[in-house]
Structure formats: structure tokens, C-alpha cells
């Protein structure tokens, strides 16, 4: 029997952790290198799992299929913290909407019309519901950095080396492959190296001669302290997009990604969270915690990129603006196409190739 690969996933945010609980459970060695258990992206996520409008169907098959992936993942996980809460929408035109409806239910989304009264009946506390929106009821939420960290314990629990506090600062190659990790502390021979460090990643993969053209917008969430149940799922509203975590907070952006705070976050944030007081009934009385500004890793397209990358053994890439949703299916299409060799035809749009 051959030996077990032995692996080397940076970064451990959602992403990172996925693919290291997947890759041990499919019986590879692996460490994970992370600057921080839960990443750095991660914790600024809105944390909506959904296919939602503005995409190709390919990708719409990629989204429901994690999305079923997510599912599965938790049969295997104790307590990763997801809500199945559904999603009610109306943060297009009318005309787009019914667009979007239509599109989607022709592909299989369980998406429905609901008039403002159904609207109200679903999120009783929202004020100024318009005269209808959609209702998605198989999207939902993860609680993003306790998600990553659930993955990596029972990850460790199975064999996984877990380095943390180490920042990662090149890769080294040999005729035609990566062969080890330069962290800050010490140089790490690998047979693999998974690079999942979201806006890390083209730095990373431009040592060894690799451009990945990834950019970091800038996104405000902005969160409140705990409150009694206030929402039962996820409002995507016109430039307002918000739900309520499973400790109690009423988080919110100007859109799922977060908007970009200018040079006055602090201000921003303050203004985006007048906004959230005001959209709910008993708004009055929230008060904000904290707010975080994100640096989303997206791609040039927008699209994921995903895979080993041509003409360079033992690197696999895997960077996406979508990490929540995306999460489960990457790490097990990730583990099978490096363990196996195997090819995932779901992936094949998202290959580095497609830029050269």
C-alpha cells in the first residue's frame, strides 16, 4: 500500500478547514498553517448559504450541490452550527425578481411569490414589507468562525496537525513541483501544498512564479448585542441585507458582502446600523456591539478558483468570494481530486486556466 500523502492546507478559515477535515478523512497526513484558527475572512462573512440570483446555472449547480454538502457535512460533525432558516427577498426590481423566480424554479430552487401579508406572516417584525417579495426556504446561515473551528477540532481529533500562530511566507519548488513551506519560523517539506488563504493566496502562489488574479474589496457587517428572537430567517431586502445569529445578534450589511466603509468606518458603520433600527420593530432598542470590515477574496471574474494549477506538480489552489456556501463541496471535491486524481466536472469553469 502506498503511504498516506503527506499534505500542507494554509490558511484556516472556512475554506482551509474543510478541505483539512475532508482531506484526513479521506486518510491523507496533513497540517494545516494558519496565522489564526478561523481565519481572517471568515469572521467578517454574513454567513448566507444559498444559489441565490445573478448567476450562471453551472454555478447555481455548484451552490445547491455544497448546499446539500453542508447537510451531510453536519450528519459527520457534532455541533457545527448551521440554521436552515430560509430566506425572504425582494432586493431586485420587480421585474427581476419575477425573472429570477422563474429562472431558478425552472432549475429546481425551491423559491416561491409571497404577497406583503404571507411577507409579514414570515417575518412578523420587519416594517415596510413591500407588495411582494420571494421566499427561498432551503437557504440558510452558518455561525462562520465557529463553524471553521468545529471543523478543525474534530479534524484534530482525526489526525490532523494543526500549526497556528505561524504566518506563511513562500513556497519553495524543484523541477516542476512544490516541495516545501517557508513559514516565519521554519522551512516545511510537503508532498502538497492546498493554498486557501483567501487575499493571501496570490502572494503565496507569486513565489513560486504563479498569478492568481484575486482581488480584496472592502465590506462593513455591522453587529448588535444579543437580543431576544427578533428574525426567523434571512431578509434580503433593497440595500439592507440582515438575519440574526444563533447568540442572539442582529448582524447587517448594505448587501450580504458588506459595503465599503469609505474612509470613516466608524461613521459608516454607525449610519448602516441607524438603518437596521429602523427596519425592524422594536429597533429602538437594539444597541450595536462591534462592527467588522472584511476583505472578501474575489476573484478577477468573480467566479471561484479552484484546482491543481498546469505545469506545476503538488499546488492546489482554492480562493472564493463564496467561502460559507461554497465550504463543504470544495473540501470534498478538493480531498477527492488530490487523493484521487479524480477530475470534478463541477469544477471545471473555476480552473486557474481560464485567465491564461
Known amino acids: 500500500m502506498a503511504a498516506a500523502q503527506n499534505i500542507t492546507v494554509v490558511g484556516g478559515g472556512i475554506i482551509g478547514a474543510s478541505i483539512a477535515w475532508h482531506l484526513v478523512e479521506a486518510g ?30 453551472s454555478y447555481f449547480r455548484l451552490r445547491t ?16 452550527p448551521l440554521s436552515w432558516c430560509g430566506g425572504l427577498c425582494w432586493d431586485l426590481p420587480p421585474d427581476d425578481l419575477f425573472a429570477y423566480a422563474r429562472e431558478h424554479g425552472s432549475w429546481g430552487y425551491d423559491i416561491r411569490q409571497v404577497s406583503m401579508a404571507e411577507a409579514a406572516a414570515i417575518e412578523p417584525n420587519v416594517l415596510h414589507l413591500p407588495e411582494f417579495a420571494l421566499h427561498v426556504r432551503e437557504e440558510g446561515a452558518a455561525e462562520p468562525t465557529i463553524a471553521a473551528n468545529v471543523l ?19 513556497l519553495r519548488e524543484k523541477s516542476g513541483r512544490v516541495v516545501s513551506v517557508l513559514t516565519d519560523q521554519a522551512e516545511i517539506e510537503t508532498d502538497h501544498v492546498v493554498l486557501a488563504a483567501g487575499a493571501a493566496v496570490p502572494g503565496l502562489a507569486a513565489t513560486v512564479g504563479i498569478t492568481v488574479p484575486v482581488e480584496a474589496p472592502p465590506g462593513l457587517i455591522v453587529h448588535s448585542k444579543p437580543v431576544p428572537k427578533l428574525l426567523n430567517g434571512l431578509v434580503i431586502a433593497t440595500e439592507l ?7 442572539g445578534r442582529i448582524i447587517a450589511g ?6 465599503d466603509p469609505g474612509n ?3 461613521g459608516a458603520a454607525h449610519g448602516l446600523f441607524a438603518k437596521v433600527k429602523g427596519f425592524l420593530k422594536g429597533g429602538d432598542a437594539l444597541e450595536m456591539d462591534f462592527y467588522t470590515v472584511g476583505f472578501r477574496p474575489t476573484p478577477k471574474d468573480g467566479f471561484p478558483i479552484l484546482g491543481s494549477v498546469s505545469g506545476l506538480d503538488g499546488l492546489y489552489l482554492a480562493v472564493t468570494h463564496s467561502g ?3 465550504a463543504p463541496a470544495i473540501g470534498r471535491f478538493a480531498a477527492e481530486e488530490i487523493q484521487q486524481g479524480h477530475s470534478e466536472p463541477l469544477l471545471a469553469p473555476y480552473r486557474l486556466s481560464r485567465f491564461t
Open 28 to 57: 491523507a497526513k496533513v497540517r494545516l498553517i494558519t496565522e489564526k484558527p478561523g481565519g481572517v475572512a471568515t469572521p467578517t462573512s454574513f454567513a448566507w448559504i444559498n444559489a441565490s440570483w445573478g448567476n450562471p446555472e
Open 65 to 80: 450541490r455544497s448546499m446539500r454538502e453542508w447537510r451531510r457535512l453536519a450528519d459527520s460533525v457534532k455541533d457545527l
Open 152 to 170: 478543525i477540532a474534530d479534524a484534530r481529533a482525526r489526525g490532523l496537525e494543526l500549526i497556528e500562530g505561524v504566518a506563511v511566507n513562500s
Open 241 to 247: 441585507h440582515v438575519r440574526q445569529t444563533l447568540q
Open 254 to 259: 448594505s448587501d450580504f458582502g458588506g459595503s
Open 264 to 266: 470613516d468606518p466608524e
Open 324 to 326: 460559507i456556501t461554497l
